[in-house]
């Protein structure tokens, strides 16, 4: 037997096994499955593992396309450079001039690593290769698949989420400062010279009531932009398995993709701008006066 026909016996119905899958009704295990088992609470999972290896393949698709930097763009510089112009026109103006320099290169990695992992459930074989069993009607379902998107595990969506606030507590202490922040949570935002002397003190109560409510919609942010990717991804993977990966889901779950790439993305660059993006319009008209 030669070595092609030796490879083929082993892979062909390893193949075959995985793809039947595609023809299954059963849903994605919610649970990303473990590939490699340390003990101790180490492990790592296919979830895990597709992250870096999507990661990797990022960042060596970024080298290649823009190379060595030209004055006289290739063709690939000029793709990436068009994409980082097309972000920077998006999240300049929400967050600000001063925090930009500090949210873009965040914001710009965001919505790749975003975009890009949940488009992954879409490549043939993902979710539907690896360790499995047979049911009692003959059908072969997958248990442990080899590869699985990292945005339809929660433990991805949350660390995501972690990262997103940690960045913008920083951001906006570094760009705002305690004093801003503490005066745009709890802060009478009347104007003292417009309001009745007997009301203002009232509204500086409700503003103090608002900014705790305030508070704690800022605190569960991580929990809320985690859920809403994850729903979303894991949703559009039990359905495309449902379905049979049937076209029309295929396209829709394309547009999804990118959809809730921008909105995560979005999200954190309003969160950003909602503390930052204080005095651009009055710095730029003070400016403007000086210069005349």
């Known amino acids: 037997m030669s070595r092609v026909t030796k490879l083929a016996s082993i892979f062909i119905p390893f193949l075959a096994t995985g793809l039947t899958a595609f023809a299954s009704d059963a849903g994605v295990d919610p649970k990303a499955a473990r590939l490699f088992d340390f003990g101790h609470g180490w492990h790592i999972t296919n979830s895990m593992f597709t992250g870096w290896m999507i990661s990797a393949v990022l960042v060596f698709l970024v080298l290649k396309l823009v190379g060595k930097p030209q004055l006289l763009p290739t063709i690939g510089q000029a793709v990436v450079e068009s994409l980082i112009e097309g972000l920077r026109d998006l999240f300049e103006p929400i967050v600000g001039k001063k925090a930009f320099p500090l949210a873009f290169p965040l914001l710009v990695t965001f919505f790749l690593f975003i975009l890009f992992h949940n488009w992954m459930g879409l490549i043939p074989g993902v979710g539907t290769v690896g360790w499995g069993h047979y049911d009692a009607e003959g059908h072969f379902a997958i248990t442990h698949p080899f590869i699985r998107p990292h945005n339809s595990d929660f433990n991805g969506t949350i660390a995501l989420a972690l990262i997103s606030f940690g ?10 400062g305690p004093k801003l922040i ?3 949570l709890f802060g009478n935002k009347a104007e003292k ?5 007997w009301l203002y003190p009232i509204l500086a109560l409700v503003f103090i009531i608002v900014g705790f409510i305030e508070v704690f919609s800022i605190a569960i942010r991580p929990f809320t932009l985690s859920v809403r990717l994850f729903g979303n ?16 889901f295929y396209f829709m779950e394309l547009l999804v993709g990118l959809i809730q790439a921008l909105v995560f993305t979005l999200l954190t660059s309003v969160y950003i701008g909602l503390l930052c993006n204080h005095g651009d319009d009055h710095d730029e008209a003070h400016a403007a006066e000086a210069s005349h």
């Open 167 to 176: 960045a913008w507590a920083i951001i906006v202490f570094k760009i705002a």
């Open 193 to 197: 010279s417009e309001t009745p002397g």
């Open 233 to 248: 991804v894991f949703g559009g993977e039990n359905l495309l398995h449902g379905t049979g990966f049937f076209f029309v």
């Open 182 to 184: 503490l005066w745009d």
